[in-house]
């Protein structure tokens, strides 16, 4: 069984920048596709991005393409959100999640793995 932890979140100002990582144990996760979702209060769990098992491919949603970077460094077990020019609206509880499958898809559901969270807060 794969145990995701993230670890990176904070407090930031708006503009400023988080980087979020997402560290593996039990087993390597090389050949899983990765993914960040988050979570404000009130609302369902959105997707943010995708990393493919390579690093070679990733997808966005529309709210943080261009300024969000997703990434992975498959030796090290561990994937990467780098956040920039945060917004208040990124305010949220960030996940990271692995599923057994080779693509990504956009619907929580269809992860198998989830770490337990890490809390970013942008103020204005």
């Known amino acids: 069984q794969v145990q995701l ?3 990176g979140g904070g407090l930031v100002q708006a503009g400023g920048s988080l980087r979020l990582s ?3 144990s039990g087993r390597t996760f090389s050949s899983m596709p990765m993914a960040w979702f988050r979570q404000a209060p009130g609302k369902e769990r959105e997707f943010v991005a ?5 690093g070679g491919s ?8 261009g ?3 997703g990434s992975r460094d498959n030796a090290k077990n561990t994937v990467f959100l780098q956040m920039n020019s945060l917004k ?3 305010t949220a509880v960030y996940y ?3 599923r057994r499958f080779y693509y990504v898809t956009e619907n929580p559901f269809d992860y198998d793995y989830w ?3 890490t809390q970013v807060t942008v103020s204005s």
């Open 50 to 54: 995708g990393i493919s098992q390579s």
């Open 96 to 98: 990271c999640a692995a």
């Open 67 to 69: 300024r969000f970077t």
């Open 88 to 90: 208040p609206e990124d």
């Open 58 to 65: 990733t997808d966005y949603s529309d709210s943080v393409k």
């Open 5 to 7: 932890v993230e670890s």
């Open 115 to 117: 770490g337990q969270g």
């Open 22 to 24: 997402c560290a593996a």
